[in-house]
């Protein structure tokens, strides 16, 4: 590294002279808020749109950090994170059961990993978000009736 050239792209993190600013920060942020509020605007502004969908469905859950991503808490369970890229925003976890039942609307978009990916420059499918939030809080719900039946 010595006597390469650094410099400090708009977030203050250094990059190597030559090579394009990195846009996407990795701080610790302690709020959704503040996570949001560290991204590019246009990138914050369709994060807005992905947390007023998922704060309309699940209206009772709590609005976490967890993994350094935004998370929504209820029946003190993650339902359901987003966060947000340089190209597109994701949503977590989207396991088997999740991506069967919306196999039609998810087909347009990027699935792996347990990972939905929707792109940045396409318009925000609200319902659809809401849609997956409430089916993740209805398997949560699920999981832990069953637990608690297999406890008795």
Not at 104 to 132: C, M, N, Q, R
Request: charged share 25%.
């Amino acid at each position: 590294m010595e006597g390469e050239a650094f410099q400090l792209n708009r977030k203050g993190l250094g990059v190597k002279e030559g090579h394009p600013a990195i846009t996407m920060s990795k701080i610790n942020c302690q709020s959704v808020d503040e996570y949001i509020s560290s991204k590019p605007e246009a990138v914050a502004a369709t994060l807005e749109l992905v947390r007023g969908a998922i704060l309309r469905a699940l209206p009772k859950a709590e609005e976490v950090i967890s993994y350094k991503m935004p998370a929504y808490k209820q029946h003190g369970e993650v339902i359901l994170y987003f966060a947000g890229w340089k190209h597109h925003y994701s949503l977590y976890p989207a396991d088997l059961r999740l991506v069967a039942a919306f196999k039609d609307e998810l087909a347009l978009y990027e699935v792996e990993k347990g990972t939905i990916h929707f792109p940045l420059s396409a318009p925000v499918p609200k319902k659809l978000i809401a849609d997956i939030a409430k089916f993740r809080l209805g398997e949560v719900a699920n999981r832990k009736k069953a637990s608690a039946i297999t406890r008795e």
